[in-house]
């Protein structure tokens, strides 16, 4: 009985190939629409594995699972998600032998950010100071480690709204405000 469809790259990667898959995500989420680039290497002398994977998008309204094709070593998607993602799972099922990294992409950061942190490095509190009066409403502040996780999330209250950051480890951490209109990131050290 033949099925129509070809198995020859999966033999010559998986079965006669060496090696496993090397996954690097880097992924962002401007407005409504999450940015994803996928780099591939691999750990032996196959020198691409093609394949689909699934990516879990979590955010507080809930999780979806998205399958993605891996083509080519350098992979870019754009998905439209009109939800806060806090973060992102690749292959949360294990179905791929393989190794991943996940990683929060951030936008070249512009002296045009309407927001500010004081102190810079802190040590117990910080306060976010926002530059126009206009994006305190509906405007949401998120702290991720360098590893892309969500940290700490709260809406922002006023033109300068406080942070209790005393439970964080020492190191650096990026502070992203997201508002309906735009969403600016930028960076502030824990000592």
Do not use: C
């Amino acid at each position: 009985m033949t099925t129509g469809l070809s198995f020859a790259n999966f033999f010559t990667q998986w079965y006669y190939g060496q090696g496993y898959p090397l996954f690097d995500l880097t992924w962002n989420q401007v407005n409504d629409t999450i940015f994803i680039t996928s780099v591939q290497t691999a750990s032996s002398f196959t020198s691409l594995f093609k394949t689909p994977f699934d990516v879990r998008i979590i955010s507080l309204k809930g999780d979806i699972l998205v399958r993605l094709i891996q083509d080519s070593n350098q992979e870019k998607f754009k998905l439209y998600y009109p939800e806060t993602v806090d973060s992102i799972e690749f292959d949360p099922e294990n179905w791929l032998i393989q190794k991943s990294s996940i990683h929060l992409g951030i936008e070249e950061i512009s002296n045009s950010v309407s927001f500010i942190i004081i102190p810079n490095p802190a040590k117990d509190k910080i306060t976010v100071e926002v530059k126009q009066e206009t994006i305190v409403k509906n405007t949401l502040i998120s702290i991720y480690n360098i590893q892309g996780q969500l940290l700490l999330q709260q809406q922002l209250k006023a033109e300068k709204t406080e942070l209790d950051i005393s439970g964080l480890a020492k190191g650096v951490y990026l502070i992203k405000l997201k508002s309906f209109a735009k969403s600016e990131v930028s960076r502030f050290v824990k000592e």
